[in-house]
């Protein structure tokens, strides 16, 4: 499979494109706000924080497992690379939630440090970029032979799939249980340590990755356009919390918001693809039904159609009580006018004949009208006695003889039509009642009009016969 055509290899659409830069607009308008107020302090909300990093870690998961399941199923390397990158946030965030000081302990869980929460988030907002700019470069590396280029790809990512949450992992070890052998970025709520010794290697990580993966991508594809916008956030996010400088500062808890915009955004897109795949599978599914059933060369229903449609108008008709009448249509010595003009000839002939007979029960409420096979057409009549069906009949012979489609020259004249019509009627009863089954007697009623079309042809053709 071609890159174009793995999932997720779309061009963005206009409306997509907007969308995102409005998004962008967004995030830097309440940025720059928060930019300039950062420093103010707010009151400490106890439920906030488990709640942002909740949605961090259901949404970076949820992330990661559709990219896996895309990579997986369309074969996309970058996908796979891609659900490595955003396992990494999931992993931090959840093992953030039980450390940092005051969610469920002062100090937090699992032995943690006062330092534990805060390197975590250090990894966390320096890693993920360079990951994502990681996943970037790898599936884009050149390979050995053009032809083993896909295998050699797929092996390659396969072995680096898995980087992400083994980094996650012992950064999260480390973080917890030997946080002593890190220095201190923190003190009572000031982030002045982290400012100045990690402050502009965290925003470059973030501005770097932001700006390689715009140049490397050119944003092309969907998922290209919408982790860009996730990249914007995450940075964003990273220089408020810096310049707030303290926990639960303006800067802080904008930050986090925005922290939250970026691990869903790519969720979202992905939502959102899924759900017009599955419109696409609709309409196929929709578009492949109705091919089943068309006749290709005359766009008439074709015999499957014609056995559904029969089968739903008797057992109608057995229940309301009401006639049910079908015409079988036969083309006179039509075996002639492909041997004397060719098929072309004749598939044109048969296009002709069924636009006639569309055109002549156009009218006629619930008529249908199908390619049986070969040279032979079938009516079904709802609601019609077999008086009315022979005038139908007639109505369509003439109608055919006077349209003029010249015969084979061994016929000579105009090309004409054979019909033969049944009519299926029982009385109105419950169903209980009904000691012979539907199908039967609608079988009888086909065979009844085949016998009246041969009866035609054998008195000569270009006539009509009844049961």
Excluded at 2 to 31: D, F, H, K, N, Y
Excluded at 261 to 277: G, H
Excluded at 305 to 319: G, H, K, S, Y
Excluded at 438 to 453: F, G
Aim: charged share 15%; glycine share 8%; proline share 4%.
């Amino acid at each position: 499979m071609q890159e174009t055509t793995e999932l997720g290899a779309s061009r963005p659409s206009a409306r997509e494109r907007w969308g995102a830069t409005l998004v962008v607009i967004a995030i830097a308008a309440i940025a720059g706000w928060a930019f300039v107020n950062a420093n103010v302090a707010l009151p400490e909300v106890k439920p906030f924080l488990p709640m942002f990093l909740t949605m961090v870690v259901l949404s970076d998961s949820l992330t990661a497992y559709l990219l896996l399941q895309r990579a997986r199923i369309g074969g996309e390397a970058f996908s796979g690379m891609l659900a490595s990158a955003y396992a990494f946030p999931a992993i931090i965030a959840a093992v953030q939630l039980p450390t940092f000081p005051g969610v469920f302990s002062a100090t937090g869980l699992l032995g943690a440090s006062s330092q534990t929460a805060v390197w975590l988030w250090t990894f966390w907002h320096a890693g993920y970029p360079l990951l994502i700019l990681f996943a970037l470069l790898v599936t884009r590396l050149p390979t050995q032979h053009p032809a083993h280029r896909r295998a050699q790809r797929a092996g390659r990512v396969s072995a680096l799939r898995w980087i992400g949450p083994v980094l996650a992992a012992g950064v999260a070890l480390v973080c917890v249980r030997q946080s002593d052998l890190l220095p201190p970025l923190i003190r009572e709520g000031q982030y002045g340590n982290l400012v100045h010794a990690l402050g502009v290697p965290a925003i470059g990580a973030n501005l770097i990755g932001l700006i390689a993966y715009v140049s490397v991508t050119r944003v092309r594809r969907s998922i290209d356009l919408w982790v860009a916008v996730a990249l914007v956030a995450a940075l964003a996010d990273a220089i408020l919390t810096l310049h707030g400088g303290a926990r639960y500062s303006l800067g802080w808890y904008v930050a986090r918001l925005l922290s939250m915009v970026s691990s869903a955004v790519v969720l979202c897109m992905l939502v959102a693809d899924i759900t017009r795949l599955y419109e696409a599978l609709i309409h196929a599914n929709q578009a492949l039904e109705k091919q089943a059933q068309v006749d290709g060369l005359t766009k008439l229903g074709n015999r499957q159609a014609f056995e559904e449609r029969w089968d739903v108008e008797c057992r109608r008709a057995t229940r309301e009580g009401i006639p049910l009448s079908v015409l079988m249509i036969d083309i006179d010595h039509f075996k002639q006018i492909n041997d004397s003009y060719g098929h072309a000839r004749g598939d044109a002939c048969l296009v002709e004949i069924a636009r006639v007979l569309a055109e002549c029960v156009r009218r006629r409420a619930g008529a249908f009208v199908a390619r049986y096979g070969g040279e032979e057409f079938i009516v079904i009549l709802p609601n019609t006695a077999a008086t009315g069906a022979q005038h139908v009949a007639e109505f369509v012979r003439t109608t055919i003889e006077r349209a003029g489609i010249p015969a084979a020259p061994a016929v000579g004249g105009v090309v004409t039509a054979s019909i033969g019509h049944a009519t299926y009627q029982q009385d109105a009863a419950p169903a209980q009642s009904k000691r012979q089954p539907v199908r039967e007697d609608a079988a009888i009623v086909l065979n009844l009009a085949d016998q009246a079309l041969y009866a035609a042809k054998r008195g000569g053709r270009n006539r009509v016969a009844g049961a």
